[in-house]
């Protein structure tokens, strides 16, 4: 029988994102007030790390509860998604891309 602590993360959601710090910004804005107690977390992968259009120092001030992966260069989409789905401790992986914004709707189940 698999029970999940106090502090186990239920739901981790997963963004890939490449030079788009201004969507980035309002997609992570959107998410945190339609989680649950706290009881997710956010995995952001940053494509375009190590350029001048990268997104890790901002989401390091902005959203600091956000987990940064930072590949060496863009590695795509698809592998963007699988180093993601690598990270997470939760019990269900979302994926949401960066133009996606999650609307605060209340519900009892994910």
């Not at 998410?31 to 940053?46: F, K, M, N, Q």
């Not at 060496?72 to 592998?79: A, H, S, T, Y």
């Amino acid at each position: 029988m698999f029970v999940i602590g106090k502090d186990a993360h239920l739901l981790s959601v997963v963004i890939v994102a490449y030079k788009s710090r201004n969507e980035i910004g309002r997609c992570l804005s959107s998410i945190p007030a339609t989680l649950d107690g706290g009881r997710s977390e956010i995995i952001l992968v940053d494509n375009s790390a190590g350029t001048s259009e990268g997104v890790g120092d901002f989401v390091g001030a902005q959203f600091p509860h956000v987990r940064l992966i930072e590949p060496e260069g863009n590695v795509g989409f698809g592998r963007g998604n699988n180093l993601g789905f690598r990270a997470p401790v939760g019990n269900v992986c979302s994926f949401l891309t960066q133009t996606r914004f999650v609307i605060n709707r209340r519900s009892s189940t994910v």
